[in-house]
């Protein structure tokens, strides 16, 4: 009769659930993983470097001054605005700015006033055998005629501007991806020369200006990039380590203990001795096979072997008569 094939253990629910959960976590892992790669260049460092650069939250008032459209890779080492972040530039529109510091509602004039003093106040310093250029003589330079350049940086008190030629970004990596920025939109509106529009500048770099700021979407962005993907990362690694230490480490001990069970009583005798070929467990152990294996020989013998070699027997009887 042929043996029944052994039909698959259909799996518990316990195991479906352990299965479907491991699974959950591993995706979790690995999309949590490129999710925070991802969002690294995009969001994450552009949101810390426009906490770094503080900006003022209060706007300046600012007026387009020079526009240069430049073409070739070394004129490009800036642009007003680039959609992608990633790719080189070979052709570049460049804005500067003149801007002059606003302020809030709740200040007067004169605080005003005294305000701009002090952004715009230096240390005094002492120099050791300084000496101004104004005093030196160039005769070289005096019968060459120079091209007239716009200045930049800022400006002394009795200056209408606080900073001029500043350049002006959309925002601070001064590129994007629409809809979200749009440069054809952005060149439209702040290009014209004379152009005036609220800016915000930086305490820390005052040449760079950008035209919108929300410090508080900002920071929400930076809370919803950071909080989803690491702490999502952090949960699946913990539970994928304690259930490869603890759960499945277990489930594989249980299976082994049968065979480890099977395999330490064939080492071992009834006394509980090891087995070697030089212990009377083995030599009986040894007699007790050889009798089997000799009782199994005679049983299988067929029976056509003795009648061959018992004298024939004639089953005819005659009689005299």
Known sequence: MADEEKLPIPPTFLEKV????????????IFSLFAFLFLVPFVIEPAFTTIFMQFDPVPALCVTAQVKHLLGVSNCSWASCREGCTKDLYECTQIRVNYKLGYAANISATEYEALIRAERSLRNYDYENYESPIDKNYPDMEEQELPEAIPTGLMGNDSEWYFTGARLFPNVKGCGYPPILNCTIFYGK?????TNYSCYYSRVDPGLVITELDMWQNTLNLVY??????????????????????I?????????APLQSDAEAMATGDDGKPTTPGSDTFREDLACFG???????????PKEGFESNSPAISNSASLSG
């Open 291 to 301: 009798h089997q294996l000799k009782m199994q020989l005679a049983n299988e013998k």
């Open 225 to 246: 990039a950071m909080a989803i993907p690491i702490p999502s990362f952090i949960i699946s690694v913990i539970y994928l380590t304690f259930a490869y230490f603890k």
């Open 248 to 256: 499945y480490n277990t489930e594989d001990e249980s299976e082994q």
């Open 18 to 29: 352990l299965f479907y959960t491991t699974a959950t976590f591993v995706l979790l892992a």
């Open 190 to 194: 702040y290009k014209p020369i004379g």
